[in-house]
Nanobody
Framework: QVQLVESGGGLVQAGGSLRLSCAAS????????MGWYRQAPGKQRELVAS???????TYTESVKDRFIISRNNAKNTVYLQMNSLKPEDTAVYYC????????????????WGQGTQVTVSS
């Protein structure tokens, strides 16, 4: 089992910044992909930013040039630096962890954090 602990959400004014952290613990996988999703009220959960198992990064279009995802492999931690926040960024942000037994595995073991609320006021 992999446990994910998120931190860093909160209330911020438009134009402000927040930094989210997600630390993985337990039986972590050597091959993994960590990232962030978000879910606004009445909307589906969507990808915000993620590392792939190969180390490349994907951002959803609406956060490009504003958000930066990074990680510390030694600490099994992924971060999301959110700058120039907008009211439409308001959502619950979830950490995502996908573990792979081998590099070429088509299936993954998926885990989610508990979610952290980000509220951006106008």
């Amino acid at each position: 089992q992999v446990q994910l602990v998120e931190s860093g959400g909160g209330l911020v004014q438009a134009g402000g910044s927040l930094r989210l952290s997600c630390a993985a613990s337990g039986t972590v996988f050597t091959i993994n992909a960590m990232g962030w999703y978000r879910q606004a009220p009445g909307k589906q959960r969507e990808l915000v930013a993620s590392f792939t198992r190969g180390g490349s990064i994907t951002y959803t279009e609406s956060v490009k040039d504003r958000f930066i995802i990074s990680r510390n492999n030694a600490k099994n931690t992924v971060y999301l630096q959110m700058n120039s926040l907008k009211p439409e960024d308001t959502a619950v942000y979830y950490c995502s962890y996908k573990g792979y037994l081998v590099t070429w595995a088509s299936n993954s073991y998926d885990y989610w954090g508990q979610g952290t609320q980000v509220t951006v006021s106008s």
